[in-house]
């Protein structure tokens, strides 16, 4: 499947992606080149407030696609497990104020306890959030992460397995995050995309790439262009499925985030247009 080419103005930054600026620089910089949105990470507006973070982001007329990341249902115990959902709804009433469309999740994993136990735990803590959810109106995107963290950060790793959490509560507000670093390999990945499609379940699309010769796989992801992903052939599959949102760029590399910051970005915006 084809992809149109990209537009800017429905393309969005994460903040991570850029971590030595500052959420105003962020926003300066994506504005001047024409990016039309900015996903905003937790620690980007923690010193600032969350107000003080919408200001900021509306001065420059910036869309919000995401607030980056809540979930961690997989607790042991009930108490921990209740402090998480506290937290989670303090991050939807942030996402609110912010004006982001989505909450991010990052499920949880927890060792010694099944996969299959874990997300049990997932089921039933997205379904004690959604009452919140329905109050600031914010929607919950669940991302599958990559097999690799299957240990300690992620139960849900196939798209599938985040698309049957989303039919069992059957919710407007729920649906899933697209990240294609996490998804690219899933040989089920065309008919799930559709799937989702159809259904209205995607909320989100990341894009990255995976280095061939990457030398950490959490912090030398790759720039759209640099690996062996085939970004612009997904972006197809998904806008082709009925997805019509932003395409976020969401990339932690300690190699990008040595380099100047607005060379980066210059070379982030070439990529969108040549290699996504
Ligand atoms: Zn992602």
């Not at 990470?41 to 509306?58: P, Q, V």
């Not at 010694?112 to 997932?122: F, H, I, P, Q, T």
């Not at 010769?213 to 030398?220: C, P």
Request: charge should be negative; glycine fraction near 8%.
């Amino acid at each position: 499947m084809e992809a149109k080419p990209i537009d800017l103005k429905r393309c969005a930054i994460h903040t991570r992606t850029n971590k030595p600026w500052s959420l105003a620089e962020c926003c300066a910089a994506y504005a001047k080149r024409g990016v039309g949105g900015v996903s905003v990470w937790d620690d980007a507006y923690e010193r600032i407030g969350s107000e003080e973070a919408k200001r900021i982001i509306d001065d420059h007329g910036l869309g919000v696609p995401a607030l980056v990341r809540g979930g961690f249902f997989t607790s042991l115990t009930e108490q921990e497990r209740d402090s998480s959902l506290d937290h989670n709804r303090k991050l939807l009433d942030d996402a609110a104020v912010i004006g982001a469309d989505m909450l991010v999740l990052v499920v949880g994993a927890t060792p010694g306890m099944s996969l299959v136990e874990a997300r049990k735990l997932v089921t039933d803590g997205i379904e004690k959030l959604l009452p919140h959810t329905e109050q600031t109106g914010v929607k919950l995107a669940i991302e599958p992460l990559h097999p690799m963290y299957a240990d300690n950060k992620s139960c849900i790793n196939r798209v599938a397995e985040a698309r049957a959490v989303c039919e069992r509560l059957d919710h407007d507000l729920l649906g899933v995050a697209l990240d294609v670093y996490h998804i690219w390999w899933d040989p089920d990945l065309k008919v799930e995309i559709e799937t989702l499609g159809i259904a209205g379940r995607t909320f989100g699309f990341h894009v990255c790439d995976w280095k061939l010769d990457t030398n950490h796989l959490l912090t030398d992801r790759g720039l759209m262009g640099d690996g062996v992903i085939d970004v612009r052939g997904i972006r197809g599959l998904v806008e082709a499925s009925g997805f019509s949102g932003w395409t976020e760029v969401e990339i932690f590399s300690e190699r990008y985030w040595a380099m100047d910051q607005n060379e980066y970005l210059d070379l982030i915006v070439e990529r969108l247009k040549s290699s996504t």
